[in-house]
């Protein structure tokens, strides 16, 4: 894996571009947003988050279907529980994943943040393929963002609460440090 840093793609992992995007208005890139997701909820592997973020998801295939499918959102990344990653933005770029959110007094956090869903849920433990993704996956971000740091990487019910709940009780905070302890000024 390696970002191109024209471009904001990384190569070597798959790409799925997402409509769901805008402009930076800043260009700054200094938080990392963690989220979970599952479609249907609780099932994995069914390609429907791929569908979701790229406008394709069909409302009749399933009861929630039909609340979220009008909805356009996107994130950077999609890690799924084999530790498959997936890009839909480039990092250049405003995913639409946050939402109404505040970060330190500072709100609007798509403007300056990057979002990594993982295949999950609250609850279930996540796997040990996607923490090693998304150790690698961080790593390769905080050395290419200086503005990142360990101390600036988040959850969605971080920057949300009342509204977000993801990635949950599930998520193991201290395991994703370790996962990205070494990495040239990190401090986890």
């Known amino acids: 894996m390696q970002l191109d840093p024209q471009t904001g793609w990384f190569q070597g992992i798959r790409h799925c571009p997402s409509a769901n995007f805008n402009e930076r ?7 990392l947003v963690v989220h979970n997701i599952s479609l249907p909820p609780g099932q994995f592997g ?9 406008n394709r998801l069909v409302a009749d295939e399933h ?8 909805m356009r ?10 530790g498959s990653l997936t890009q839909f ?14 970060f330190e007094g500072r709100e609007n956090c ?14 279930l433990p996540y796997s040990d393929a996607q923490y090693a993704s998304l150790g ?3 790593r390769h971000l905080l050395a290419a963002y200086p503005a990142l ?40």
């Open 25 to 31: 208005p800043d260009g700054e890139i200094s938080l």
């Open 46 to 54: 069914t390609g429907k988050v791929l569908q979701f973020f790229q």
């Open 149 to 188: 740091s360990a101390s600036r990487i988040t959850g969605h019910c971080d920057i949300a609460p009342g509204r977000k709940t993801d990635p949950g009780r599930a998520f193991d905070w201290a395991r994703l440090h370790t996962e990205i302890r070494g990495c040239e000024g990190v401090n986890a």
């Open 110 to 123: 798509n403007d300056f943040s990057l979002g990594v869903e993982l295949e999950g849920t609250d609850e």
């Open 136 to 138: 690698e996956l961080t």
């Open 73 to 82: 959102v996107s994130a950077h990344f999609f890690i799924e529980r084999d």
């Open 89 to 102: 933005v480039s990092c250049l770029h405003r995913a639409w994943h946050a939402g109404v959110s505040c």
């Open 63 to 70: 009861p929630f279907f039909a609340e979220i499918a009008a």
